[in-house]
């Protein structure tokens, strides 16, 4: 395809799915594609978002697909670049966030060349940058539970700090108050930064007009890296989406049919709180113990065989969320490595049971479960449609396992949602 306006490249599935979601809000009709596409001649939208598996790899694993993403996106024109990660920065000292954003800096500028943002800003899902620290609602990132994640534990708030150990590559700081004085005072501070030899300017926003304010900053500039959140503001820069008028919706999907079921990998603190929500709603739910399947029993089947005859009756849940002492128990026993693997494989053979037995609307609860699920899928592309909660948009795909009929998947990042998320999700869709 030409004319591409935005190309993005987003480290896990529910992060791309996010990014995707506040596009889609802003008036750009959007595709996300699960890795990087054979080619795109068929793929006609303002903004295509290309889903990688990439934030816990290997940096060098990171980069390599990080560039084969940004490579296709050249091919089809893209005007801007955009790499999304998650909201509260989730990487460690070695990467991947400050490794990949060198990697696409350099391709497209040069070695140690170029100039952009780092924001994960998400003031809507409570994240905010202030005096480049980020805050989880109330509280520091250091001091929320991120700093328990059992894969990139965020111990460290201080996002220049944070972001300087990761890149080869000076980096600065665009405060609050600059920000609120306007585009042009930011673009100003831009100027002089790189008189500084600063390539990467972290950016601090409070609030939703920060973020209209940064984006119109960005116009024109190649590569943005941020959370979801600037995606709001970057719309505006392209007049043929202002446009359309209000009948010209981008968040279209087909009508929902079949049975519901949610599955949940995430520990977070959010996701345990739905989870509760969900049980005590009195709704059917079972549990998946990463200790029962490295003892080899048979825990896939025996939860389809549970779950079946549950279907006709509303939504079934199917879970290995749990506490972080827990987690932390399990990962002594089995290595947090095995652990996870264990649970995203039985999680994602489980979703496949369970749409051949007819479940069409599915929701998926955590980044790496989200991305296990649609792999097992064989997901090549999602139509991104309305959202259910902050970051979280229902979406239409196909998979082999359908024979052409779409099922409707919405993948929940873990720290995302209300507590009610997973029962009041399928209302909606229904109402569509």
Not at 290 to 297: F, H, R
């Amino acid at each position: 395809m030409k004319n591409l306006l935005l190309g993005c490249i987003a480290d896990d599935f529910t992060g791309a799915t996010d990014l995707a979601n506040n596009l889609v809000r802003a008036g750009m009709r959007c595709i996300q594609t699960i890795g990087v596409p054979d080619d795109g001649a068929s793929l006609q939208a303002d903004a295509i978002v290309v889903a990688l598996k990439s934030r816990t790899l290997p940096a060098a694993e990171a980069v390599s697909q990080s560039i084969a993403a940004l490579n296709w996106l050249q091919a089809q024109d893209a005007q801007q670049i955009y790499f999304k990660y998650c909201s509260t920065f989730d990487s460690t000292p070695k990467g991947n966030i400050g490794p990949v954003t060198d990697a696409l800096l350099d391709a497209l500028h040069g070695p140690d060349q170029g100039f952009t943002i780092a924001c994960p800003a998400f003031p809507a899902n409570q994240r905010t940058v202030f005096k480049g620290h980020l805050f989880v609602g109330d509280v520091l990132l250091s001091d929320s539970g991120m700093r328990h994640h059992p894969l990139t534990p965020m111990v460290d708030a201080n996002l220049v700090r944070v972001m300087q150990a990761q890149t080869r590559r000076k980096v600065g700081l665009v405060t609050q108050d600059v920000v609120a004085a306007g585009p042009q005072a930011i673009r100003e501070r831009f100027a002089a930064l790189r008189r500084e030899d600063v390539c990467v300017a972290v950016v601090d926003a409070v609030c939703n007009q920060d973020l209209m304010t940064i984006g119109e900053a960005l116009a024109g500039m190649s590569l943005v890296t941020a959370g979801s959140g600037i995606a709001i503001g970057l719309p505006q820069n392209w007049p043929q989406l202002r446009a359309r008028g209000p009948e010209s919706r981008a968040d279209a999907l087909p009508p929902a049919r079949g049975w519901q079921a949610v599955i949940s990998g995430s520990c977070s603190i959010a996701t345990n709180a739905q989870v509760l929500h969900f049980k005590q709603s009195g709704r059917p739910s079972m549990a998946v113990d990463p200790l029962t399947i490295a003892a080899g029993e048979d825990v896939v089947s025996k939860v389809l065989d549970w779950a079946e005859p549950l279907l006709p009756n509303g939504p079934v849940l199917i879970y290995a969320t749990t506490e972080p002492t827990a987690v932390q128990a399990v990962q002594e026993h089995l290595g947090s490595e095995r652990a996870g693997a264990l649970v995203e494989e039985a999680l994602s053979r489980i979703a496949s049971g369970l749409i051949a037995r007819g479940v069409r609307q599915l929701l998926v609860a955590g980044g790496e479960t989200s991305g296990a699920v649609v792999q097992t899928l064989r997901v090549k592309l999602m139509t991104i449609g309305p959202q259910i909660d902050p970051g979280v948009p229902w979406t239409a795909v196909d998979t082999p396992l359908c024979s052409g009929e779409p099922v409707h998947i919405a993948l929940k990042s873990g720290n995302f949602g209300s507590s009610d998320f997973f029962t009041k999700a399928f209302s909606q869709l229904s109402a569509l």
